[in-house]
């Protein structure tokens, strides 16, 4: 069993910057690809980023990448998600998971475990 815990969400004006983190425990943390999702009021949950096991490796959805930044800290079983720039539309709550496997994944089915998530809301 796998435990995350998403940290880090809160209000913020347009054009500021968050930093999510999740904390991770249960398996080797350090093997598997992490990702973000989120999810806004009344819309399905969508890919944000993805971070394949080493680090080394990143994807990114395109209405963020140049925005947003996934990186991992394996020696502190973290992975973050650091907002620049930030919309209205990036309002959501956000979600951390562990996928099956090393490399990075956009699609939500290859993840196995989900964090509870966090409230990020910007405003106009």
């Known amino acids: 069993q796998v435990q995350l815990v998403e940290s880090g969400g809160g209000l913020v004006q347009a054009g500021g910057s968050l930093r999510l983190s999740c904390a991770a425990s249960?398996?080797?943390?350090?093997?598997?690809?992490m990702g973000w999702f989120r999810q806004a009021p009344g819309k399905e949950r969508e890919f944000v980023a993805s971070?394949?096991?080493?680090?080394?490796?990143?994807y990114y959805a395109a209405s963020v990448k140049g925005r947003f930044t996934i990186s991992r800290d394996n020696a502190k079983n973290t992975v973050s998600l650091q907002m620049n720039s930030l919309k209205p539309e990036d309002t959501s709550v956000y979600y951390c998971?562990?996928?099956?496997?090393?490399?990075?994944?956009?699609?939500?089915?290859?993840?196995?475990?989900w964090g509870q998530g966090t409230r990020v809301t910007v405003s106009s």
């Open positions: 249960g398996r080797s943390f350090s093997t598997y690809a």
């Open positions: 971070i394949n096991w080493s680090g080394s490796s990143t």
């Open positions: 998971a562990s996928t099956t496997n090393g490399s990075y994944r956009a699609y939500q089915g290859d993840y196995e475990y």
